[in-house]
């Protein structure tokens, strides 16, 4: 069965000034679509057609970097939608509870995520992620890198590509972090955590 385009779980006009609807339109209507289109086409008719996407990510990460960086890429923007909301929200007392325990507070987590992400050379994604130990990271994922298909579990990711932020913040990738933490959808990324 083929892989689909997601739909934005927001409507792409509600996020502006951070991220304006026009950068939605080139975002996920034409970079995050042709990499579903690009994958659908270059499993069509294999033995990956009818697998879950986690699993076409780690078969085909050291031996197929065609079909891999579509899938993974496809499996970040999705993961990425879902992680944003229109409104502020607030964090549960346990899961801000956890960030502190890991990252000695909360102000800590939120630096060390902007840092790297705004340390990360060229293109790529960073990721609040939950190690197989439970214990939470901070991991730099260059190009279409992911969590996915590893033992670490993706909860929070931000895309760091050029075309997630050129339109509304040209080179301004610091401007562009700032303003994620007005969006996250908390809710969304506490879901995502084994407990």
Do not use: C
Not at 1 to 9: A, C, G, H
Not at 52 to 67: M, V
Not at 95 to 113: I, V
Not at 158 to 166: N, P, Q, T
């Amino acid at each position: 069965m083929p892989f689909s385009l997601p739909e934005l779980p927001f409507n792409p006009e509600t996020l502006s000034p951070w991220a304006s609807a026009e950068t939605f339109f080139y975002h996920h209507g034409k970079h995050h679509a042709a990499y579903v289109n690009k994958l659908n086409a270059a499993i069509e008719g294999s033995d990956l057609m009818n697998q879950p996407l986690e699993e076409i990510i780690a078969k085909t990460r050291n031996n197929q970097p065609g079909i891999f960086n579509h899938a993974a890429q496809h499996f970040n923007h999705d993961v990425f939608w879902r992680s944003l909301s229109t409104e502020l929200q607030k964090l549960s007392a346990d899961f801000e509870a956890k960030l502190a325990y890991n990252f000695g507070s909360l102000t800590a987590f939120r630096d060390e995520f902007t840092q790297k992400a705004a340390g990360l050379f060229g293109s790529g994604w960073i990721w609040l992620v939950q190690l197989s130990d439970g214990k939470l990271a901070i991991h730099q994922y260059s190009n279409a890198e992911t969590p996915a298909g590893t033992d670490v579990r993706g909860l929070l990711p931000l895309d760091v590509w050029e075309h997630a932020y050129y339109i509304d913040h040209r080179n301004d990738r610091g401007k562009f972090i700032d303003g994620f933490w007005e969006h996250i959808n908390w809710r969304a990324v506490e879901e995502r955590l084994t407990l």
